[in-house]
């Protein structure tokens, strides 16, 4: 898989095998729009305020999903690790499904070969 305007591309079938190093690891933010707020809520059959409490932290002005502290990794909320994947899938974020795809990582590309193992060269 390619994208324009970035110098490496990306096999999905080594999601099978990675265990999530995408959706664990360093501390972060996957921001949620007000959109993506009503779908994941509704895809969990919750009413949106208690998705909100339960799921959300505020950062600034935005809304991030929560983390989960296991051991030494902070995985998203939503990564199942007995399942060995996102729990929300059907919904997940922009920014996940986005992912290996960030700006950030065109300058940043070592750093995203170490985390996932489906970046190849081209």
């Known amino acids: 898989m390619r ?4 110098n490496y591309a990306f096999e999905p079938t080594a ?3 990675c265990e999530g190093r995408c959706c664990t690891g360093e501390s972060g933010n996957i921001f949620v729009s007000p959109q993506e707020i009503t779908a994941l809520s509704q895809l969990l059959k919750l009413d949106e ?3 909100r409490e339960t799921y959300l932290i505020k950062k600034g002005y935005k809304f991030s999903l929560k983390e989960r502290v296991v051991g030494l990794s ?3 909320i939503f990564y199942d690790r007995k399942a060995g994947g996102c729990g929300v899938y059907d919904a997940r974020p ?3 499904r ?3 795809f960030w700006d950030y990582f065109k300058t940043h590309l070592v750093e995203l070969k170490n985390e996932c193992p489906g970046i190849v060269d081209v």
Do not use: M
């Open 3 to 6: 994208q324009e305007g970035f």
């Open 15 to 17: 999601c099978d095998s």
């Open 49 to 51: 305020n208690i998705f």
């Open 74 to 76: 902070h995985d998203c």
């Open 94 to 96: 922009l920014q996940c």
């Open 98 to 100: 986005t992912f290996p």
